[in-house]
């Protein structure tokens, strides 16, 4: 099993077309070859500035065009994200991923936000942030001040993007995603499912990002959150084998990525969860928030993880010499929520 970047459409079509065992065989098989087993990457996510945004992208709450009922609210206080990402660290996750409500950030605020980079960085975590589109010197500022991972997403097929958003272009995203590259960052980048577009819009999304010239270190594949206001308020359920699928083909794509099972967990059950793990994902968002949204609350992912018998990753330069390589979730009597050694 070789890591490849020249995947053809129709190679990515012909794994969708799986029979549904075989491709969570290959995925797992994949998995078991490139990623450590029954381990999960932990990242916590906190919305330092929410809503008001100017972009209209169908699916957000945030966006300013929508009547959602959300409080914007302005950038965070330094003080505050340190508290939560030291609350976030307490409870076992290894990264902090830090969400602007932004087309792409202003000097002001990319200042500040250089500055929670730093804090959270000093904590110990893995940094990641997500704040719309970059210039090339914005992207080499935030890496210098320490960010470890910039997520982006593509989020769907290029196609289908144009009924989603019009206030961006495709390739707005691709260019943000280089600059991100050139920068020295990781890469945090996946898409939605769910949004009503085709089976072959979601082979073509996983096309483009196995075929970049370095595949993104991190996929999220989000399930769409469907929040009352927005235009895909009423879009049509997914057939959740359907979004198994995506994750094993991702998997089977990117061996050395990690997929992060992301939004949308809320309305799994523990049992399509599972499946998703055995198709390759082995990342989540840990809290009991996503920006705006809601996820699973800590304790009931505690329990998941204990009774599936997976252990939580440690971040970068953890674990100290000598330590384990994973850390078992905290048994239910434990005095406190947090994964324990
Ligand atoms: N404004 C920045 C941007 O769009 O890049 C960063 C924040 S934005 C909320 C980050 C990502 O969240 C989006 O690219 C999208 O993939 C995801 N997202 C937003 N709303 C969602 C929803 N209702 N369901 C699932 N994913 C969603
Ligand atoms: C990603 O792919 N999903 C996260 C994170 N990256 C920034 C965001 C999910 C947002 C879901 C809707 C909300 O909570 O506002
Ligand atoms: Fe704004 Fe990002 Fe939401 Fe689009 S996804 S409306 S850019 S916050």
């Not at 989000?222 to 359920?237: F, H, I, S």
């Amino acid at each position: 099993m070789t890591v490849r970047n020249d995947w053809t459409l129709a190679e990515v079509k012909e794994l969708f077309a799986l029979p549904f065992m075989d491709l969570l065989f290959r995925a797992q098989s994949v998995h078991r070859c490139f990623q450590v087993p029954n381990t999960v990457q932990i990242s916590t996510l906190l919305s330092i500035k929410t809503g008001a945004c100017p972009e209209d992208c169908a699916y957000c709450p945030q966006s300013a065009r929508f009547d959602t009922g959300l409080e914007p609210q302005e950038l965070l206080e330094l003080k505050e994200v340190a508290v939560r990402a030291r609350a976030a660290k307490e409870s076992g996750a290894t990264r902090f991923c830090m969400g602007a409500a932004y087309r792409s950030p202003k000097p002001k605020d990319l200042r500040k936000v250089l500055a929670m980079i730093r804090e959270v960085k000093s904590l110990g975590m893995e940094t990641c942030a997500t704040l719309g589109m970059l210039t090339p010197e914005q992207a080499q500022e935030l890496k210098d001040a320490g960010l470890d991972y910039y997520n982006h997403n593509l989020d769907t097929s290029p196609q289908y993007y144009k009924k989603i958003i019009s206030t961006r272009i495709y390739q707005d995203r691709l260019d943000t995603l280089q600059a991100v590259r050139d920068a020295g960052m990781n890469v945090c980048c996946g898409g939605i499912v769910g949004m009503g577009e085709e089976a072959q819009d979601r082979a073509e999304l996983l096309h483009i990002l196995a075929t970049l010239p370095a595949h993104p270190e991190s996929v999220p594949i989000n399930q769409l959150v469907r929040v009352a206001g927005t235009p895909l308020e009423r879009a049509a359920a997914l057939d959740p084998f359907d979004f198994v699928r995506t994750v094993a083909v991702a998997r089977v794509l990117m061996p050395r990525c990690h997929v992060r099972l992301s939004a949308g967990r809320s309305e799994m059950s523990d049992e399509l969860q599972a499946l998703c793990f055995l198709a390759g994902a082995n990342s989540i968002f840990y809290g009991e928030k996503l920006l705006t949204t809601g996820n699973p609350d800590t304790a009931h992912d505690q329990s998941l993880f204990r009774r599936l018998k997976i252990a939580a990753e440690p971040g970068a330069g953890q674990p100290a010499a000598g330590a384990p390589a994973v850390r078992a979730f905290a048994a239910p009597h434990a005095e406190s929520n947090a994964a324990t050694v």
